[in-house]
T-cell receptor, first 112, second 113 residues
Framework: GQNIDQPTEMTATEGAIVQINCTYQ??????LFWYQQHAGEAPTFLSY????GLEEKGRFSSFLSRSKGYSYLLLKELQMKDSASYLC?????????????FGRGTQLTVWP | DTAVSQTPKYLVTQMGNDKSIKCEQN?????MYWYKQDSKKFLKIMFS???????INETVPNRFSPKSPDKAHLNLHINSLELGDSAVYFC????????????FGPGTRLTVL
């Protein structure tokens, strides 16, 4: 989507840490979501941030800075099963649909 | 037990045909959505439906029309199918509106020949 920017692809090795960035522009920020989508499957919810700071959930953490229009998803102790597309989604009161488009996602490949 | 279900999973049809995709959610959610994911993997919102209020993405052709017989169902009807309609269509639902987590159906892969 034109208002959400993420890298297209990233690669990393098992056991490593990877950070996937997302920048966005909104007129009525109402929260940011990260979803995981494995090939041929539906997106599934990973995290939600509405306040600035870091939210930690097991191996995954998500950070938000509203003033910078910036978020990142941090994946630790990478496993092969983490190979997937990671989608940044922003809820926007300023959009008639209540949300911006999902971006095309960041395709993460984890190598052994 | 499936939270959000869609049928069919695969749909192959000829240009010019009319087809429907069904979606049902058993989560008791108030809002349902339709998304289109093309070959470039953009996940584009098409419609949002909440308490009989339909919000349409203005870029969606009027050949696409959502139909909701009740709160648990939001079907997608497509008239005069075109080659460019080939994509994966996802239905989703959320408890309330914009700031709530969305739960996605398994997707329907539509191929227009």
């Amino acid at each position: 989507g034109q208002n959400i920017d993420q890298p297209t692809e990233m690669t990393a090795t098992e056991g490593a840490i990877v950070q996937i960035n997302c920048t966005y522009q909104t007129s009525g920020f109402n929260g940011l979501f990260w979803y995981q989508q494995h090939a041929g499957e539906a997106p599934t919810f990973l995290s939600y941030n509405v306040l600035d700071g870091l939210e930690e959930k097991g191996r995954f953490s998500s950070f938000l800075s509203r003033s910078k229009g910036y978020s990142y998803l941090l994946l630790k102790e990478l496993q092969m099963k983490d190979s997937a597309s990671y989608l940044c989604d922003v809820a926007d009161r300023g959009s008639t649909l209540g949300r911006l488009y999902f971006g095309r996602g960041t395709q993460l490949t984890v190598w052994p | 037990d499936t939270a959000v279900s869609q049928t069919p999973k695969y749909l192959v049809t000829q240009m010019g045909n009319d087809k429907s995709i069904k979606c049902e959610q058993n989560l008791g959610h108030d809002t349902m959505y339709w998304y289109k994911q093309d070959s470039k993997k953009f996940l584009k919102i098409m419609f949002s439906y909440n308490n009989k209020e339909l919000i349409i993405n203005e870029t969606v052709p009027n050949r696409f029309s959502p139909k909701s017989p009740d709160k648990a169902h939001l079907n997608l009807h497509i008239n005069s199918l075109e080659l460019g309609d080939s994509a994966v269509y996802f239905c989703a639902s959320s408890q309330g509106g914009d700031a709530d987590t969305q739960y996605f159906g398994p997707g329907t892969r539509l191929t227009v020949l």
